[in-house]
Nanobody
Framework: QVQLVESGGGLVQPGGSLRLSCAAS????????MGWYRQAPGEQRELVAG???????YYADSVKGRFTVSRDNVKNTVYLQLNSLKLEDTAVYYC??????????WGRGTQVTVSS
């Protein structure tokens, strides 16, 4: 089992920045990749950014150039730096970890609200 705990969400004005953190614990040796999803009200959950154990990254087109995903293997933590935030970035952001055999682990989510 893997436990994921997110932190760092909040209220920010358009153009502002936030940094989300996701601390992993438990059977972290089994994790192959980690990432961030988000879900806005009435919308499906979507992949925002991901990073493999080797450091390869992926970004959704809507966040390329604005968001940066990184990981600290010593702290077992994944980060998502959100810059140049837009109103449409408002959502609950969830940390995800991919385990063996297509097992998915999820955090409880952290709210990001972009509002003037």
């Amino acid at each position: 089992q893997v436990q994921l705990v997110e932190s760092g969400g909040g209220l920010v004005q358009p153009g502002g920045s936030l940094r989300l953190s996701c601390a992993a614990s438990g059977s972290i040796f089994s994790i192959s990749a980690m990432g961030w999803y988000r879900q806005a009200p009435g919308e499906q959950r979507e992949l925002v950014a991901g990073i493999t154990s080797g450091g390869s990254t992926y970004y959704a087109d809507s966040v390329k150039g604005r968001f940066t995903v990184s990981r600290d293997n010593v702290k077992n933590t994944v980060y998502l730096q959100l810059n140049s935030l837009k109103l449409e970035d408002t959502a609950v952001y969830y940390c995800h970890a991919a385990g063996p055999g297509s097992v998915d682990y999820w955090g409880r989510g952290t709210q990001v609200t972009v509002s003037s």
